[in-house]
């Protein structure tokens, strides 16, 4: 057989049938749903009389809206009341397993799947959802998908697919101190741009990837989608197995090795074909954010504000402007310096525990500036109660952050957690666009620790001058 | 779904790259568990000022392209967010074609599923039909999905590139589902093969 890259194996293994023009039927191991991408979908079920095929493949929770206060009390707004308690009828009707509001389980899906083990290396991962590009950090195939598509997950447990390309983004060599996952990500956005990986899948490699722990490799898949990929993804490795070894859902004992030694199977064939690759020096990348408002935009810490008159293409340059006037910035200014409203430490992008931990790092021992809100918002229940073990929670509580219940949050603002207009928000978040964390907000890409050293100084930091 | 053959209609350009699906729609309103009603929220951000009237310097609320059922935009229409919304809120406004030199993935599948066509077009083509949609009402584009050419006002046919299996379904009107459960058989003999090959597989159950 051919050397084959990793997502051709993982593609290969769940191909139940190829049809005549090419589109394949594809399998489906494991399908996340939340409140917001599926109420419709089981309505079509419903209509339609069908059953939902397998329960015990499927999984849910609660979280882009639910409020990250107090959970004790109901749930003020209406429509996010509705669209949660329209969840929890649906899992009782169809039987599906449901981390509910009140358990300590509960987060953003993408943070409980890998974090419950039911996110497996090897598998067809889909959710509604499209950084269900998450869980490719396992070495699985994970992609989101639309609402029409979780009805078809649900009903056949499969998807209609065409393979994607394959595409490999090598970092090798070390990432400097005070460099992070988050920034490795910006870094290769910034240089292959919001379209540099449509339909493409990812696979990230080198030794740096290698080195990154399982919250840092999660970052980066998270974030393929900002790509513009498909997916991504990571061979799974010892550092993968030793992640998954325990897990409430992961498989047991000898099936555990047995597993083991087929997810070794999985990694890229030597001389496997790639569609198109592209590397990046670790050593050449610093600690980074965004300036603008496409996650393409992006600049060291270091960095000054481009300027639109450099631009050669017309319309290119308008939009630039048009970014810069959103953002309230200068062409030609220092990005460090420029003074913040709001910090947003959390999103299935940064919320692990990891993430708090290099947050808690700087903050430790400093106070939030005057008249900052920073918040931090634990992406499930169990690592909110891990870092209170660890006493990260006062470590920010004493440093003035508030200390907050798990969910999507002010990555999305469709909870109360939202910009005002003209706020300009230092975000571990994935997405900068236009009125994304509320109306009219300003949003900075960047790291738990750039977030953190942006709260007690006031401004966009360099955080390694804090730690 | 509403079946897709021909479409003649105004036109609407959004010269822009990387309109996102949060600029389709914004978060806050995804709150519905319906698949209709979002078109009033289409472009929210651009369509509306904050005190909420009306933006009169947006194409779509001036004559006669607030009747648009085509839009040309630049690349990557349709990046960010799965949200099916963003489709849903466009068909709901009465958008049934979307024209672009390039799509992000799930959009460009999410379209499919409701009826509405996208298309790819060069870049180059992309400008002409976005000036043939300044002349407004006396410029109608049409698309002629059996022939697959999108006819300019002069009667120029620019043909465009469909997958065959997707071009039958919104000719047809179909719905994936139930083409899909005709390969029951092969389904069922996939999860049994599967069961034998990986037998460690863990399901969920929760007590």
């Given at each position: 057989m051919a050397p084959r890259t990793l997502f051709d194996k993982i593609w290969d293994h769940h191909v139940v049938e190829t049809l005549p023009d090419g589109t394949s039927i594809l399998y489906i191991d494991r399908h996340l749903l939340h409140e917001v991408t599926s109420p419709q979908a089981f309505e079509g079920l419903r209509l339609a009389g069908?059953?939902?095929?397998?329960p015990e493949m499927t999984m849910a929770v609660v979280d882009?809206?639910?409020?990250?206060?107090?959970?004790?009390?109901?749930?003020?707004e209406p429509e996010s009341r509705n669209q949660i308690e329209t969840l929890e009828r649906n899992v009782k009707e169809f039987g599906v397993p449901y981390f509910p509001?009140?358990?300590?389980?509960?987060?953003i899906v993408h943070v409980v799947g890998p974090e419950q083990g039911i996110s497996l290396p090897g598998m067809t991962i889909v959710c509604g959802?499209?950084?269900?590009?998450?869980?490719?950090?396992?070495?699985s195939l994970a992609f989101g998908i639309g609402t029409s598509e979780v009805e078809h997950v649900m009903a056949t447990q499969t998807i209609l697919q065409r393979p994607a390309k394959n595409m490999r983004v090598t970092v090798e060599g070390e990432l400097a101190p005070g460099v992070s996952a988050k920034d490795v990500m910006l870094a290769i956005i910034g240089h292959i741009?919001?379209?540099?990986?449509?339909?493409h899948v990812i696979e990230f490699a080198g030794s740096a990837i290698r080195g990154l722990d399982m919250a840092g490799r999660m970052t980066i898949c998270n974030m393929s989608i900002e790509a513009g990929a498909r997916a991504g993804l990571v061979a799974p490795d010892d550092t993968t197995f030793d992640y998954v070894r325990?897990?409430?859902f992961a498989p047991k004992g000898e099936d555990f090795e047995n597993a083991v030694t087929f997810w070794r199977t999985l990694a890229t064939d030597d001389g496997a074909h790639f569609d198109k690759e592209v590397s990046l020096r670790?050593?050449?990348?610093?600690p980074s954010l965004t300036?603008?408002?496409?996650?393409?935009t992006v600049l060291p810490i270091t960095g000054t504000v481009p300027d639109?008159?450099?631009?050669?293409?017309e319309s290119k340059r308008v939009q630039m402007q048009r970014m810069l006037d959103y953002m309230g910035l200068e062409a030609?200014?220092?990005?460090?310096?420029t003074p913040v409203d709001v910090v947003f430490i959390g999103s299935c992008t940064n919320s692990r525990i990891e993430d708090l931990r290099a947050a808690a790092q700087v903050a430790a021992g400093r106070k939030v500036a005057d008249g900052v809100r920073a918040m931090i918002v634990p992406g499930s229940g169990l690592v909110k109660m891990q870092a209170e073990e660890e006493g990260l929670d006062q470590i920010f509580l004493d440093a003035g952050f508030e200390w907050r219940e798990a969910g999507?949050?002010?990555?999305?603002?469709?909870?109360?957690d939202k910009l005002t207009p003209g706020q300009r928000c230092a975000s571990t978040s994935n997405r900068n666009f236009?009125?994304?964390?509320?109306?009219g907000g300003r949003t900075h890409l960047l790291s738990p620790a750039m977030a953190a050293a942006a709260a007690v100084t006031g401004c966009l930091t360099d955080s390694r001058e804090l730690v | 779904m509403e079946k897709f053959t021909t479409l003649s209609a105004v036109a609407a350009a959004?010269?822009?790259?990387?309109?996102d699906t949060d600029k389709i729609i914004?978060?806050?309103?995804?709150?519905?568990?319906?698949?209709?009603?979002?078109g009033k929220y289409a472009f929210d951000s651009m369509r509306y000022r904050p005190d909420g009237s009306?933006?009169?310097?947006f194409i779509l609320n001036k004559a006669p392209w607030r009747n648009a059922e085509i839009l040309v935009t630049y690349d990557?229409?349709?990046?960010?967010?799965?949200?099916e919304h963003a489709p849903w809120a466009l068909l709901d406004f009465g958008i049934r074609c979307v024209i672009a030199p390039s799509f992000a993935d799930i959009f460009f599948n999410n379209c499919f599923k409701n009826g509405i066509l996208p298309i790819k077009l060069p870049r180059e083509v992309c400008d002409q039909l976005m000036s043939d949609s300044t002349m407004g009402s006396n410029a109608r584009l049409t698309i002629d999905l059996p022939r697959q050419v999108v006819i300019r006002p002069d009667g120029e046919e620019v043909p465009f590139e469909i997958d065959p299996f997707r071009k039958h379904m919104l000719l047809e009107g179909l719905d994936d589902i139930g083409q899909t459960l005709q390969h029951e058989t092969e389904i069922k003999s996939f999860e049994h093969k599967v069961a034998g090959e990986r037998p460690w597989m863990p399901t969920i159950t929760l007590d």
């Open positions: 069908r059953k939902l095929r397998h882009h809206n639910v409020p990250t206060s107090d959970r004790t009390k109901p749930i003020e509001l009140l358990s300590a389980s509960q987060g959802d499209s950084h269900t590009s998450t869980h490719g950090a396992m070495g741009g919001t379209a540099g990986g449509t339909g325990n897990r409430p670790a050593e050449d990348i610093a300036w603008g408002t496409s996650p393409e639109p008159a450099q631009e050669p293409d030609g200014q220092k990005i460090a310096g999507c949050s002010m990555c999305l603002g469709m909870n109360p236009e009125g994304r964390q509320g109306p | 959004l010269p822009e790259d990387n309109i914004p978060a806050r309103f995804l709150k519905t568990t319906q698949r209709t009603g979002l009306e933006n009169p310097d990557n229409l349709g990046c960010g967010s799965s949200r």
